[in-house]
């Protein structure tokens, strides 16, 4: 429960967690790791690695690897399918998509990659995954039934199976590089639905500002990547994404 502790107790006391995704599959694992330093400095709290193509095997590994010689806080897998196993993560977010229509990504990819995630004593946290219009990349792959922005109600009763399924959180996700962040209403009523259970959002949040309505709206932690990829000076953008979420 270690890295789960982490992050409820952040909530508890600054209000929003502030993750940034490496997708193994976008630099190299010495710049990977360069990118997790400056975002640390830039006060995130966690690194989540992970990626929906070609984010496996030892790609996976060494981009940990790197990322652990720069920075102590927590990494945590985001599994694109069973390859995104790794024994060097803290932690992964073992999740399900819920709104798929392939049941490899509800239940078969991760009856595959369990044993490993036993075999390695991986910390998981249980999360509902639920991919909203428009979906990007992930919502391809995962042949997701997208949920449309306009329809929160539809999130709110997927957020709520899977918190009845047992999920300790349930993540909103726009898809990587979305032209549109998750709508604030949704974003709402689902944190409403959820009480306790805490709410991830993602998915195109490239400023401060927009960082700022997601969690007013009642995200608990936002997760940003693209952002992360594109700026030069990564310790100022996470700057600006962390003070705009923090009490
Ligand atoms: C993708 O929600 C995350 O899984 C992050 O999205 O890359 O748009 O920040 P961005």
Same mark, same amino acid.
Request: no cysteine; hydrophobic share 40%; charged share 20%.
């Given at each position: 429960?270690?890295?789960?502790?982490?992050?409820?107790?952040?909530?508890?006391?600054?209000?929003?967690?502030?993750?940034?995704?490496?997708?193994?599959?976008?630099?190299?694992?010495?710049?990977?790791?360069?990118? $997790?330093?400056?975002?640390?400095? %830039?006060?995130?709290?966690?690194?989540?690695?992970?990626?929906?193509? %070609?984010? !496996?095997?030892?790609?996976?590994?060494?981009?940990?690897?790197?990322?652990?010689?720069?920075?102590?806080?927590?990494?945590?897998?985001?599994? +694109?399918?069973?390859? !995104?196993?790794?024994?060097?993560?803290?932690?992964?977010?073992?999740?399900?998509?819920?709104?798929?229509?392939?049941?490899?990504?509800?239940?078969?990819?991760? /009856?595959?990659?369990?044993?490993?995630?036993?075999?390695? +004593?991986?910390?998981?946290?249980?999360?509902?995954?639920?991919?909203?219009?428009?979906?990007?990349?992930?919502?391809?792959?995962?042949?997701?039934?997208?949920?449309?922005?306009?329809?929160?109600?539809?999130?709110?009763?997927?957020?709520?199976?899977?918190?009845?399924?047992?999920?300790?959180?349930?993540?909103?996700?726009?898809?990587?590089? /979305?032209?549109?962040?998750?709508?604030?209403?949704?974003? !709402?009523?689902?944190?409403? $639905?959820?009480?306790?259970?805490?709410?991830?959002?993602?998915?195109?949040?490239?400023?401060? $500002?927009?960082?700022?309505?997601?969690?007013?709206? !009642?995200?608990?932690?936002?997760?940003?990547?693209?952002?992360?990829?594109?700026?030069?000076?990564?310790?100022?953008?996470?700057?600006?994404?962390?003070?705009?979420?923090?009490?």
């Amino acid at each position: 429960m270690q890295v789960e502790e982490y992050l409820n107790d952040i909530v508890k006391r600054e209000g929003t967690v502030h993750l940034t995704l490496l997708d193994p599959a976008s630099q190299s694992p010495e710049e990977a790791g360069e990118i $997790a330093l400056a975002a640390v400095e %830039g006060g995130t709290d966690a690194i989540m690695v992970g990626g929906s193509t %070609g984010a !496996g095997g030892v790609l996976l590994d060494q981009t940990l690897l790197k990322i652990k010689e720069q920075t102590d806080k927590p990494t945590i897998l985001f599994p +694109g399918n069973a390859s !995104g196993v790794s024994i060097h993560a803290d932690a992964i977010f073992f999740m399900s998509l819920l709104n798929s229509r392939d049941v490899n990504f509800i239940t078969t990819n991760q /009856a595959m990659g369990a044993p490993l995630v036993y075999k390695y +004593g991986l910390e998981t946290l249980s999360m509902a995954y639920l991919i909203v219009e428009p979906g990007g990349t992930v919502g391809w792959v995962g042949d997701a039934r997208l949920i449309p922005q306009n329809k929160p109600e539809i999130a709110v009763a997927y957020a709520l199976a899977g918190k009845y399924l047992g999920m300790h959180y349930t993540y909103l996700e726009a898809g990587s590089g /979305a032209d549109k962040p998750i709508d604030p209403k949704m974003i !709402g009523m689902v944190k409403h $639905a959820l009480g306790d259970n805490k709410l991830i959002v993602g998915g195109g949040i490239r400023d401060g $500002a927009t960082a700022k309505m997601s969690a007013m709206a !009642g995200a608990d932690m936002i997760v940003t990547g693209t952002i992360v990829e594109e700026t030069k000076d990564v310790r100022s953008k996470i700057e600006e994404l962390v003070s705009a979420i923090k009490r």
